[in-house]
């Protein structure tokens, strides 16, 4: 009995909590969250995107290969960048598709961390708020998912956006889909809170790494090429306050872009399941340093002045490594 009661409290616990994020006005700033490093002051984590099909497209074999990277690397958590659950989503926090899709799918040992995951366009295509409901976390307690928010890491801090509002086509030539907007309209406001948040969170960030986190490209020559909404929006407050990276989905592949404006490296991990082989456009500006058609993930293992970035593909191999050096950050 008591038992019972336990888990009921801690039902009632995280549907307030949950009322809470889904309802705050539009004033509240962005939520902090906090996860430790390791004791010799590394952290390391994985990126996927774009995977949520039941296990097929490869996706149990990007999930093998992440656990034994994850093994090897011994990760803190894993990133998502979103499109959690296609096509459309998930219908309700009951929907098989979260175990089917998630649970039952990455289940070696070494991903039994958290995951801190964004929303993409397709779980907009479903009830949004069913993934970001914490009921989800009695079903597997790894999940984590907000529209926005920031995580510290001591030597990091994260920043974590909802860039599928930001798109002008959902709204204005959906097709034949449906979105789910809830939590969002007015959008004009909810956009302009949400970029003021994340200037705000990245002025006043200590942190000596400062990594961005959205489900749309900003840079990228794949399928989608650059979401010109963000590059209008949100890229010049990622220049201005010196971010070291911006990690997206969305583009089924994997991805290094550098810009030649800043020092900013833009990173798509989106080879979580199905890949688009062969539709590569053409670059701007910036440097394409390396781009994959194909399935896989990224990891990044990072120290307070350096950090190094490998992307790995479904057979665990190496496709591209890169490494980063930089000095302390300094509030003078």
Known sequence: MAGFWDNAMSISFLLVAFFCACFLPITAELQRLEHPVKTNGL????????????????????????????????????????????????????????????????????????????????????????????????????????RSFVLNSEIVEFFFIDTTPFVDKYFRRPKHHTYDWRGVLPRKEYLSKLLKDLDSALRDSTANWKIVVGHHTIRSIGHHRDTRELVKQVLPILEEHSVDMYINGHDHCLEHISSKRSNIQFLTSGGGSKAWKGDIGKLGRDLLKFYYDGQGFLSVELKQTEAKIVFYDIFGIVLHNFNISKGLFSTM
């Open 43 to 146: 952290l390391s984590f994985l990126v996927i995107g774009d995977w949520g099909r039941r296990g097929n497209y490869n996706q149990s074999d990007v999930a093998y290969q992440m656990g034994r990277i994850g093994e090897k690397l011994s990760i803190d958590f894993v990133v998502s960048t979103g499109d959690n659950f296609y096509e459309d989503g998930l219908t309700s926090i009951n929907d098989p598709a979260f175990e089917k899709s998630f649970t039952k799918i990455y289940t070696a040992k070494s991903l039994q961390k958290q995951w801190y995951n964004v929303l993409g366009n397709h779980d907009y295509r479903g009830d949004v708020e069913a993934q970001l409901n914490p009921v989800l976390r009695i079903v597997d307690s790894r999940w984590l998912c907000l």
